[in-house]
């Protein structure tokens, strides 16, 4: 045949399109055999042209993850947002209340909670050099003047 015959460009503008469609369903993480049977080529040519369109694939694959991203973080905040209007609707009403209303357990276990809640929010208690690297007289100094 010709280069410049009409079936032959024809059948090469196909395969294009061919290829396009399948680049875009392998990066939907369509399979090989579903591809195969909806574009009607061979499992082969589907795994060599997987080969030598991989970076077009991972580039719509990370383009679409990424919209999902947005999605999925949208939503969350969205999400955040409405149990942040709850909570203060929730604590708005809690200041309206008064303590003295609760039993004896229920202040026991609210100071327990409030107290685990404060040192969750301020956290363990840290030096900034472990006590065995201090140098010796300084540790004593210190020592004296915690003890005044």
Known sequence: MAP????????????????????????????????AAELNVSRQTLINWSRKFR???????AIELESLQHTVLTARDVHARAL??????????????SVADLTTAGLLALA?????EIRAEIGPLQFVVPVSEIPTAEYHEQVQHWSI
């Open 84 to 97: 942040s209007e709850q909570l203060k609707q929730v604590e708005a009403e809690i200041q309206k209340r």
């Open 4 to 35: 410049g015959n009409p079936v032959l460009s024809c059948r090469r503008m196909h395969d294009l399109e061919t290829q396009k469609q399948f680049v875009l369903l392998r990066s939907q993480g369509r399979s090989y055999d579903r591809i």
């Open 112 to 116: 327990s909670r409030l107290r685990r």
């Open 55 to 61: 970076f077009e694939i991972q580039n719509l694959q």
